[in-house]
């Protein structure tokens, strides 16, 4: 992706809001051999980039006051509630040296695994993104999954995909993809859930309203916490009545 950016005389808090009442984004261009270069970027342009996937791991030119140059997006702020981008950082790069990047996972193929046909399970994706290292002209916009050979209880590492050509991986041991197994006929089987009485609350006839019975339901989910958290919000006379039938 190509776009335009211009040289910032003027930096700080002040110089900052006075280009973002003018449509523009403030960033800085990072370089390991010369100093930080203060640019500005026209803010709908980067609005409508920092929306595509590409836009954050792929190669990005930037022609900067005339002079086409090589960079990567490295960090991006975006306003609490508004959509309106605060700042940016982009890094210059060596097309003749090698760069680590987070390359986004494409998964496919888990619903015609033997995990999912045969034993009934879910295969949970563990990271949407890996880090690898390689040239510029290498760096891939995504790389593709297959999930279509996991089996029950096994785990997918980066080691095991497939990468691109010149492409090596930063952390081959770290795990993308799991599969768990779904309850069946066990779940028959399972211990009678307990019985705590319910939210329905009796009303205090001190307030002329009539006082229903009490109605017993299943344990929350959360055990003990949820119940705690739910006295919490009773006056005491209804705790002492309510745990009193428990």
């Not at 609490?80 to 790069?93: A, E, S, T």
């Not at 785990?155 to 090596?168: E, F, N």
């Not at 028959?188 to 705590?196: E, K, M, S």
């Not at 019975?213 to 919490?232: D, I, S, T």
């Amino acid at each position: 992706m190509k776009f335009t950016a211009a040289t910032r005389a003027t930096q700080g808090t002040s110089a900052s809001r006075r280009l973002r009442r003018e449509a523009k984004v403030p960033a800085i261009l990072y370089d390991l051999n010369q100093p930080a270069a203060m640019i500005a970027i026209d803010h709908n342009e980067m609005f409508y980039a920092l929306q595509k996937e590409k836009f954050h791991s792929s190669i990005l030119t930037m022609e900067l006051d005339g002079t086409e140059q090589l960079v990567v997006l490295r960090a991006f702020q975006m306003h609490p509630y508004k959509n309106q981008v605060l700042h940016m950082d982009f890094q210059r790069i060596d097309p003749n040296a090698n760069v680590t990047m987070r390359v986004p996972l494409h998964f496919f193929g888990g619903e015609n695994s033997p995990a999912v046909k045969i034993d009934k399970g879910l295969i949970s994706h563990l990271v949407g993104a890996v880090e690898v290292s390689c040239l510029p002209k290498d760096l891939p916009e995504f790389i593709d999954v297959d999930l279509s050979g996991m089996t029950s209880q096994t785990t997918l590492r980066v080691g095991d995909i497939a990468l691109p050509a010149g492409v090596t991986a930063v952390n081959p041991e770290t795990p993308v993809a799991t599969v768990a197994n779904v309850a069946g006929d066990d779940a028959d089987n399972a211990a009678p859930a307990q019985f705590v009485a319910s939210t329905a609350v009796p009303f205090s006839k001190k307030r002329g309203r009539t006082q229903p019975k009490p109605v017993l339901c299943r344990r929350h989910p959360l055990g003990a916490a949820a119940e705690n958290g739910f006295f919490r919000y009773l006056r005491f006379s209804e705790r002492f009545d309510l745990r009193s039938i428990a």
